[in-house]
């Protein structure tokens, strides 16, 4: 079963940053949109930022201006950049890539979560 592999969680205080980074594993995959999604205790898992091949980005109203996700397609990567994180961003985020099937429908994968904690 294929994992992404996220890296760059950590705990920073308010007005840090930190920078997410997840690697599809293995041979060079066909990549679609790929994404950062996020959880906090009690909450919905929501979108935070997704980028598709071409480039396009979209984030969620709450990170504008702070967040930026870029991506690798020769190295079959996304990073998210996170500047003046504030406590409000403490969650789980995972990693998410849309990948081609050659056989049917495109697949999605994720990444184990990787915790940010952001201390006020």
């Known amino acids: 079963q294929l994992q992404l592999v996220e890296s760059g969680g950590g705990l920073v205080q308010a007005g840090g940053s930190l920078r997410l980074s997840c690697v599809v594993p293995?041979?060079?995959?066909?990549?679609?949109?790929m994404g950062w999604y996020r959880q906090a205790p009690g909450k919905q898992r929501e979108l935070v930022a997704a980028i598709t091949r071409g480039g396009s980005t979209n984030y969620v109203e709450s990170v504008k201006g702070r967040f930026t996700i870029s991506r690798d397609n020769a190295k079959n990567t996304v990073s998210l950049q996170m500047n003046s994180l504030k406590p409000e961003d403490t969650a789980v985020y995972y990693c998410?890539?849309?990948?081609?099937?050659?056989?049917?429908?495109?697949?999605?994968?994720w990444g184990q979560g990787t915790q940010v904690t952001v201390s006020s």
């Open positions: 293995g041979r060079r995959f066909s990549i679609n949109v």
């Open positions: 998410n890539v849309n990948i081609v099937n050659p056989f049917g429908p495109s697949r999605d994968y």
